[in-house]
């Protein structure tokens, strides 16, 4: 442990010489010496933490010495968070932590093979994780290893195209059927939040975009909701955020039917007797009987309790998204029309409704066809 001029305890690594100069030096994993001299002593203590945890971890100039940790923490604070949306960017810590810091953190990133990546998604489905958080992992990974590359730190990106999330099966997602839906909607009614859930069935749109709805975006004149916003609820800092749409797409009027249009007018004239709302909710439609917010945590109790009572199977918000646009496959909407409404960015999301429609009406059609022409 060095020592200043006055022989006071400085800590391992630095020193005071005769002409006051203060000395920091420590070796290196590569056994190099690494030294340095300052006037300071605070910028002396400063640079040797700081080299030394470069070189325990790697740096961004340590190219392919580094840590897949350090690197994770160099491109989600220095890479991805000043260039994608928050939740994204929740998304890839959230991903990084549970399932990948634990299999290949400590590994040096250029060790790093197809073999870890996989062995990481196997992990995780052997822990019954489903296919939407295996896919999600991937592309965490797919993406920081991109970027690695990009940064000359590893020649290739290890998540080839042999890395492949374990098949879970063909799950349809799930949709209400007529029956289960005049169930669900016969018990909804008597929950605060009935006016939500009709909302969505009568519109498709997302719960985010159910929560950023607010009253001037309503055009009771021409009928027409605007679509302009998302609100997502931060659960890290107990906060809702209010964010563009993720898209151009996202950005589109939707037709009122007539129930939607009576649902807003009550909900307006309703509005009218309660009491003053909380200055930043105070044009929000969508509220629970606090005048408040409701995260998608909250809206999945709800509906629980709801498909229990009725008797159906468990549902979430996008159940009832997804509904809708069964319902209006069902009606013979067209394909173009229903993209435009639900605000995808393709027609081939539109589409894979589609065929999931179909696939289910196939035995009805045939029944029909039976009818009319199987007698010989």
């Not at 020592?3 to 020193?15: A, M, T, W």
């Not at 470069?54 to 604070?77: K, N, R």
Request: hydrophobic share 30%.
């Amino acid at each position: 442990m060095g020592k200043d001029l006055k022989g006071k305890e400085l800590g391992v690594g630095i020193s005071q010489r005769k002409d006051g100069l203060y000395s920091a030096r420590f070796t290196g994993r590569d056994g190099k010496r690494r030294q340095k001299y300052f006037h300071k002593l605070q910028e002396c203590r400063k640079w040797i933490a700081d080299a030394q945890f470069e070189d325990e971890h790697g740096g961004i100039d340590a190219f392919g010495d580094m840590t897949v940790d350090a690197w994770f923490e160099y491109w989600i604070s220095e890479i991805k968070g000043k260039t994608v949306r928050w939740n994204t960017l929740s998304s890839y810590k959230g991903r990084y932590e549970k399932n990948i810091k634990g299999v290949i953190g400590n590994m040096l990133i250029k060790d790093v093979k197809p073999m870890n990546c996989q062995n990481i998604l196997n992990i995780m489905d052997n822990n019954g994780y489903a296919g939407g958080s295996m896919e999600r992992t991937k592309i965490t990974m797919s993406c920081m290893f991109s970027d690695a590359c990009e940064n000359g730190l590893i020649p290739v990106n290890p998540v080839t195209k042999s890395v492949k999330c374990p098949q879970k099966g063909n799950v349809n997602k799930r949709v209400l059927t007529l029956d289960e839906q005049e169930k669900f909607l016969s018990v909804a009614r008597g929950s605060v939040n009935y006016s939500h859930f009709l909302f969505i069935l009568q519109t498709g749109v997302r719960s985010s975009e159910l929560r950023g709805l607010k009253w001037s975006d309503v055009d009771f004149g021409n009928r027409t909701i605007h679509i302009q916003r998302n609100v997502t609820y931060d659960s890290n800092g107990n906060k809702f955020i209010v964010g563009d749409l993720k898209t151009n797409s996202g950005y589109r009027d939707i037709p009122m039917t007539g129930t939607v249009y009576e649902l807003l007018t009550r909900i307006e004239r309703n509005k009218s007797k309660t009491d003053a709302l909380p200055c930043e909710f105070v044009d929000h439609i969508f509220l629970n009987s606090n005048n408040r917010l409701i995260p998608n945590s909250n809206y999945d109790s709800y509906l629980e309790k709801i498909c229990n009572k009725a008797g159906i199977e468990k549902i979430s918000m996008h159940t009832l998204r997804h509904t809708f646009a069964t319902r209006c496959i069902e009606s013979g909407m067209k394909p173009k029309t229903l993209q435009k409404i639900l605000g995808h960015a393709n027609i081939s999301m539109t589409m894979d409704l589609y065929v999931h429609v179909t696939e289910d009406e196939k035995e009805k059609e045939m029944q029909k066809f039976e009818q009319m022409y199987g007698t010989i």
